[in-house]
């Protein structure tokens, strides 16, 4: 060709770069030609010092971040705490309701903290009753005085020659004081509202570990009926597979049918996936219950009870409501909180009277220890409020209010504890009714499934009889299992409507 363009000149590098060798003819050509081929020249070297470097900063980057990388992964090791410390539990814990009870009353942090808050309250009890007491203190000091004597006269010298300062001197002394309150009914009044608070925090206390026990209580019943819900479960899917079993070899025998033999399997299915709910919920209500035990996560937990059922009398409503009042934690607390107000306010009406104190202290006093002399201070002093800017009024108002108040929860409680007992005794005695009709709905149950499935077995009729007794069956297991929950759960909620938890199961 006699001429290149830009177009050409662009199509002639491509032809370069892929390796095609270009000859040229005519100076200007050649001189394009040279261009092409130096500019591709130098493109080359430039690449490969640029791939050198890359891979020069990739290898020290790769070199550093693997030192880098393997130093921190080993201080996160080293410094990462345990959140399970100690080795984890390789055997179950086999518990008894019993033993739950009184494992729950040592480790469980609600009634730990209501005996800590107890605690407290006998400390403060302990406070109001020093005020009471006679108090002594020692003390020891040397110290340098210098007085300005002007300071005393105004400024003045009262005579010529006066001096204006004294000292400095030195000033020792050492010796016990000593003081107690002679009569105070407002400190004697506060000491008996502290007091009735101790009991009531007491009675608190009380009752936070009588609701732990009931806790603790109805988590193991429920555990217990989640555990009987998998082994009916567990029986329910056992016949199932048996009675599909069956409809199968009847089908192969040329006596029953496809369609009997599907119906039996889809209620082995469903059967199958009661059964995957029923662990599951098992499994749920013993994690609720290590939590309330306070026990190590990893620890795994067995019951060693089962849900029974043991005829127990009726009692009376009248008697249990006046034994309930009798014997709830409450309702002392709340009776100790209004006995503490009353003092209150007995303090609060003790305080516009005089009160009589006697002080005194012995003291060795001198210039220095050797030249100390003997000296002592005794007196009574009395004192009595004149003008407190209506400060002891308005005490005495709030304590009347807060009275007040106390008597409108003492009336709402007796007539909670009165709805409790009612609703304990109905339902004990509505659970024992349901635990004798579902006892005898599964022995009939148990006996209309033998009967149809021998009529299946004889060929007299089909298997849907068959499945209709199963879920008869199921529901009758159901009901079983539910009844007897309800019974233990009504005879602990009677336990606890009536103040006794701790009696009946903290054994």
């Not at 040229?24 to 050649?30: I, K, M, R, V």
């Not at 399970?84 to 179950?92: H, M, S, V, Y």
């Not at 033993?99 to 942090?109: E, F, P, R, S």
């Not at 021998?454 to 009844?483: H, M, P, T, W, Y």
Request: net charge neutral.
């Amino acid at each position: 060709m006699s001429f290149i363009d830009a177009a050409g000149k662009v199509l002639l590098k491509e032809i370069h770069r892929q390796g095609g060798q270009l000859v040229a003819e005519g100076c200007l050509n050649q001189a394009i030609v040279n261009e092409i081929v130096a500019s591709e020249k130098k493109g080359e070297n430039v690449s490969t010092k640029e791939r050198s470097k890359g891979s020069h900063i990739i290898f020290y980057t790769v070199f550093f971040g693997l030192m880098f990388g393997s130093t921190v992964a080993h201080a996160q090791g080293t410094n990462k705490p345990g959140s399970l410390p100690g080795n984890a539990p390789t055997q179950a814990l086999r518990l008894t309701l019993d033993q739950a009870v009184g494992l729950a009353l040592k480790q469980n942090t609600t009634a730990q903290i209501a005996i800590l808050q107890a605690a407290q309250s006998e400390q403060d009890k302990n406070i109001s009753r020093a005020d009471l007491l006679p108090q002594a203190s020692a003390k020891i000091s040397d110290e340098a005085q210098k007085v300005n004597l002007l300071a005393q006269f105004g400024g003045r010298t009262p005579f010529p020659g006066f001096p204006k300062t004294l000292g400095p001197y030195q000033v020792f002394s050492a010796g016990p004081s000593f003081g107690a309150p002679v009569f105070d009914l407002t400190l004697w009044r506060r000491y008996q509202a502290a007091r009735n608070t101790s009991n009531s925090s007491k009675a608190s206390s009380l009752s936070t570990r009588e609701q732990v026990i009931l806790l603790v209580v109805s988590q193991y019943i429920g555990t217990l009926r989640a555990v009987a819900n998998v082994e009916a479960s567990q029986s329910r899917v056992n016949l199932a597979q048996a009675l599909y079993d069956q409809a199968a070899d009847l089908q192969k025998e040329g006596v029953g049918t496809g369609i009997d033999t599907l119906r039996a399997n889809v209620e082995l299915q469903n059967e199958k996936q009661r059964l995957i709910e029923a662990e599951n919920d098992r499994e749920t209500s013993l994690f609720a219950l290590s939590r309330l035990l306070n026990l190590d996560p990893r620890q795994s937990i067995e019951l060693a009870d089962s849900l029974t059922f043991f005829d127990t009398p009726q009692p009376e409503v009248e008697p249990s409501i006046e034994f309930a009042l009798a014997e709830r934690q409450e309702w002392k607390a709340l009776e100790s909180q209004i006995k503490a107000a009353e003092f209150q306010k007995k303090a609060s009406q003790a305080s516009r009277l005089p009160s009589l104190r006697f002080d005194g202290d012995f003291a060795y006093v001198g210039t220095s220890g050797n030249t100390a002399l003997p000296t002592y201070t005794y007196q009574a002093s009395v004192n009595m409020p004149l003008f407190t800017g209506g400060r002891i009024h308005a005490q005495i108002v709030r304590a009347d209010l807060e009275i007040k108040r106390l008597d409108q929860q003492r009336d709402d409680l007796r007539n909670q504890i009165a709805l409790d007992v009612k609703t304990a005794l109905l339902n004990l005695q509505s659970a024992r009714n349901e635990v004798q009709v579902a006892n005898l709905g599964v022995q009939l149950s148990k006996e209309e499934v033998d009967q149809a499935r021998d009529r299946f077995k004889a060929g007299v009729a089909n298997n849907i009889e068959v499945i209709q007794a199963q879920d008869s069956l199921s529901r009758a297991n159901d009901n079983q299992i539910a009844a007897l929950y309800r019974f233990n759960q009504a005879r602990a909620d009677l336990a606890r409507s009536t103040g006794q938890m701790e009696k009946v199961y903290a054994k």
